[in-house]
C-alpha cells in the first residue's frame, strides 16, 4: 500500500508541475502577444508621429521665414526631427519587448570606438551636411560646380547633395566629397560678367572696332548700365588683334545674353567693315622642305702623259731588254 500511494503523489505532482508549466507557459505566451501588438501599435505610432513632426517642423520653418524661406534649411531639418523621433519610438518599442535599454546603451557605449570605424564613411557624411548646413556655401535652386560636376542643387540630406544638371541627369554627391572639394556657386551672385574675346584685321581701324563692339552690346536689353560696358586691346596674336569685351547682366540671363552678343557683335562687325581674319596656315611639302641629298663627284681622270722622246741610248738598251727576254 505505502508504495502504491507513493506512486500516486508521484503521479499527482507530476501532474500539478505540468498544468504550473502549461499555466506559466500560457501566460507568458499572452504577455509576448499582448507585448508584441502594443510594439507593433508604438511602432506604427512612432512612423505617424515622425511624419507628422516633419510637417509641422516645415511649417514652423515656413512661417518663421516668411520673407527669406530657406529650403536647404527646412529639408535638413525635417529629416533630423524625423530621425530623432524614429530613434526613440525604437527604443520604447524594444522596452515593451523585455529589452533592457540600459545594457543596450552600454553595448553600444563599449562597441562605439568599432562602429565608428565601421561607419567612418557615413558618419563623415552626416558631419559634413552638418557644416555645410553651418556654412552655407550654396541653397537649394542654386546652380554649383563641385569638382567637374556642374548643375542646379535640388536637395540637401544627411548623407549626400543632389543635383540635377543641363542634361536633366540626376547627380547624387557624398556631402563629405563636396565638403573637400572645390565648390563654385554660379548663381551664388545676382550679376555676372560676359566676357568676349574677338580678333580683329591688324589692318583695321582699333578704336572703330571697340566702339562698334560696345555700341551693339549696350544695345541689348539684359546687358546692365552699371557697370558700363568696357573694351580694350589685350593681346596681339599671330593673325590678329584681340580686343577684350566685358559686359555684366544678371546672373539668370547669362547664358543666353552670351550667345545673342556673339551674333549682334559679329554682324555690326560686318557692317562696319571690319575684318575678323581667318588663322594662317601655311602648308609645307617634303619635295620644298627637305634638303637635296648630296651628289657624289664624279672621279676626276688621270692625266695622260705624254710620250717623251727616246734619245739613241734609250732605244739600244730597250732592244737589248726586249731580246734577252726573248
Request: charged share 20%.
Amino acid at each position: 500500500m505505502t508504495d502504491l500511494n507513493d506512486v500516486i503523489q508521484q503521479g499527482q505532482a507530476a501532474l500539478d508541475f505540468d498544468a504550473a508549466l502549461i499555466e506559466r507557459i500560457t501566460r507568458m505566451a499572452g504577455d509576448l502577444a499582448v507585448n508584441l501588438v502594443v510594439a507593433a501599435l508604438i511602432l506604427i505610432a512612432t512612423f505617424f508621429v515622425a511624419r507628422w513632426a516633419g510637417g509641422w517642423t516645415r511649417r514652423a520653418l515656413v512661417r518663421l521665414q516668411k520673407r527669406n524661406p530657406d529650403p536647404t534649411l527646412q529639408g535638413f531639418l525635417v529629416q533630423v526631427v524625423r530621425v530623432i523621433v524614429i530613434a526613440v519610438g525604437l527604443i520604447a518599442v524594444l522596452q515593451r519587448l523585455g529589452v533592457q535599454t540600459t545594457s543596450i546603451i552600454a553595448i553600444l557605449g563599449a562597441a562605439s570606438l568599432a562602429i565608428g570605424l565601421a561607419l567612418q564613411g557615413t558618419l563623415s557624411n552626416v558631419a559634413a551636411g552638418v557644416m555645410l548646413l553651418i556654412l552655407r556655401p550654396y541653397r537649394v535652386g542654386d546652380v554649383v560646380q563641385v569638382g567637374e560636376r556642374a548643375g542646379v542643387v535640388r536637395k540637401l540630406d544627411l548623407f549626400t547633395t543632389v543635383m540635377i544638371d543641363a542634361n536633366n541627369m540626376k547627380i547624387t554627391v557624398p556631402n563629405s566629397q563636396v565638403l573637400g572639394d572645390v565648390i563654385v556657386n554660379i548663381s551664388g551672385q545676382r550679376t555676372r560678367r560676359i566676357e568676349l574675346f574677338i580678333g580683329v584685321d591688324y589692318d583695321s581701324d582699333l578704336e572703330q572696332a571697340m566702339e562698334v563692339m560696345k555700341t551693339a552690346s549696350a544695345e541689348h536689353p539684359n546687358v546692365l548700365e552699371d557697370p558700363p560696358v568696357w573694351a580694350g586691346v589685350t593681346g596681339f596674336l599671330d593673325s590678329s588683334v584681340q580686343i577684350d569685351l566685358q559686359a555684366w547682366v544678371k546672373s539668370e540671363n547669362w547664358w543666353q545674353t552670351k550667345a545673342d552678343l556673339h551674333l549682334m557683335i559679329k554682324h555690326a562687325l560686318d557692317k562696319a567693315g571690319v575684318v575678323i581674319p581667318y588663322p594662317h596656315q601655311v602648308h609645307v611639302t617634303r619635295s620644298a622642305a627637305a634638303p637635296k641629298p648630296r651628289r657624289k663627284a664624279d672621279p676626276k681622270p688621270q692625266p695622260v702623259e705624254a710620250e717623251k722622246p727616246r734619245t739613241p741610248a734609250a732605244k739600244a738598251s730597250a732592244m737589248g731588254a726586249g731580246q734577252g727576254g726573248a
